[in-house]
């Protein structure tokens, strides 16, 4: 993994968790948990995508969709758990 890859995650990370925050209102955790939601978000996004067989296409902006999609995901399961 180059020093770009790790970059590139973190700045996408650091966007989808920003983007999601703002979607799912009540949730600020600043930078560093803005890039951390991102890049779980990334993940989560990446697999249900896989699962429901969604390609949206290749890209920059696939990953920052499939991250900011996963953090929402993310975001609201953390809003469910909090209040159960």
Same mark, same amino acid.
């Given at each position: 993994?180059?020093?770009?890859?790790?970059?590139?995650?973190?700045?996408?990370?650091?966007?989808?968790?920003? &983007?999601?925050?703002?979607?799912?209102?009540?949730? +600020?955790?600043?930078?560093?948990?803005?890039?951390?939601?991102?890049?779980?978000?990334?993940? &989560? +996004?990446?697999?249900?995508?896989?699962? &429901?067989?969604?390609?949206?296409?290749? +890209?920059?902006?696939?990953?920052?969709?499939?991250?900011?999609? +996963?953090?929402?995901? &993310?975001?609201?399961?953390?809003?469910?758990?909090?209040?159960?």
């Amino acid at each position: 993994m180059t020093v770009e890859t790790i970059l590139i995650w973190i700045l996408v990370g650091a966007l989808a968790g920003w &983007l999601a925050g703002l979607v799912v209102r009540g949730f +600020g955790f600043g930078l560093v948990g803005n890039i951390i939601i991102g890049i779980l978000g990334a993940f &989560l +996004g990446g697999w249900l995508f896989g699962t &429901l067989g969604v390609a949206i296409g290749a +890209g920059i902006i696939n990953s920052i969709f499939t991250a900011f999609i +996963g953090a929402v995901v &993310l975001l609201l399961l953390v809003r469910v758990l909090k209040r159960a």
